[in-house]
């Protein structure tokens, strides 16, 4: 039996679930082992857009540098949340 845990496709899941779907197309392999890496050492991460103006529902903004990123959660706001 297999008991080793896939990271990198726990953090996609995690990640995807988070984004919206037309920013999909944001989620890239370095955003995804961001966050594998946060998981990997125990953590939960939070899933941040950048670069997209308040109340944004379409992928139509070519002028605008989306992107998206995961940071550490703090242990306090986790513990606080359970």
């Known amino acids: ?8 496709e726990w953090a996609k899941l995690l990640i ?10 944001l989620i ?3 955003v995804i082992r ?10 939960a991460f939070e899933v941040h857009l950048e670069g997209l103006p308040a109340g944004t529902t379409t992928a139509h903004l070519a ?4 992107r998206i990123f995961v940071t550490p959660m703090p242990r306090l ?6």
């Open 1 to 8: 039996m297999n008991t080793q845990i896939d990271f990198e």
């Open 16 to 25: 995807t679930r988070k984004v919206p779907d037309n920013f999909g197309h």
């Open 77 to 82: 706001a986790r513990l606080s949340a359970n």
């Open 28 to 30: 890239n392999s370095e």
């Open 34 to 43: 961001s966050g594998a890496e946060i998981l990997k050492h125990g953590d």
């Open 63 to 66: 002028s605008t540098h989306e």
